[in-house]
Structures are given as C-alpha cells and as structure tokens.
C-alpha cells in the first residue's frame, strides 16, 4: 500500500522551532523528489520546498528562505522540514509530496507536478 505520512505538527509560539517528518511506505523514497507545501485556511495550497531526488539540489519559497530546512533519509524512507524562527503567518496544514520527474525545475511549486501526497500536519504558531 502506498502511503505517505506527515508528523511533527502542533502549536509553538512565535520565534519557535518544528521539524516535519514525511514517512513513505510502499514507496522507495529516493526515486521521487519531495515537496513540502501548505495550506492556510481560505487560501490556496503553497509550495514551501522541494529537494530533487538526483543531486539533492534544495528549492525554496521566498517567504521560508532562510528559516526553514529541507532534507531527506533515503535509507529511512523519510523526508524532513525543520521550521525555525516560526511566524504566525506560517500557520497551516503541511503536506508532504512526491514527484516522479527526474528533473525539478522552476514548476517545483506547482502542486499538480506531484503525483502522491499524504493527509497534512496542522502547524500553529500563535502566542
């Protein structure tokens, strides 16, 4: 069975730290490049990052450059987003993605290049 699952979501106050894990089973993990992206209440889903399944070359969206990390275990089948210096404005659902394509180009953000995804994390960061 192919599933991906989020974890490490939940509530910090500003200026705090999370790290999001995505887990992959069914799949092998180092054959897909993995997106993180998110969704606010109201708002569409966002690419936040992306790492390439070839070189590991990293992609990030202006708002997290910076703050946020991505990273992936292919011998663990996971993939992982730490979160520092957390704003109020980074509240949403977290998802996790995987793209067949070997190549990531300048559409990493583009939700319909992904082919799997998992159920989300919510992350709040309020005072």
């Known amino acids: 069975q192919l599933q991906l699952v989020e974890s490490g979501g939940g509530l910090v106050q500003p200026g705090g730290s999370l790290r999001l894990s995505c887990a992959a089973s069914?799949?092998?993990?180092?054959?897909?490049?993995v997106g993180w992206f998110r969704q606010a209440p109201g708002k569409e889903r966002e690419g936040v990052s992306c790492?390439?399944?070839?070189?590991?070359?990293?992609y990030y969206a202006d708002s997290v450059k910076g703050r946020f990390t991505i990273s992936r275990d292919n011998a663990k089948n996971l993939a992982y987003l730490q979160m520092n210096s957390l704003k109020p404005e980074d509240t949403a659902v977290y998802y996790c993605?995987?793209?067949?394509?070997?190549?990531?180009?300048?559409?990493?953000?583009?939700?319909?290049?992904?082919?799997?995804w998992g159920q989300g994390t919510q992350v709040t960061v309020s005072s």
């Open positions: 993605a995987l793209m067949r394509a070997s190549y990531v180009g300048s559409s990493w953000y583009v939700p319909y290049e992904y082919d799997y």
């Open positions: 069914g799949f092998s993990l180092d054959n897909y490049a």
């Open positions: 790492i390439s399944r070839m070189d590991e070359s990293t």
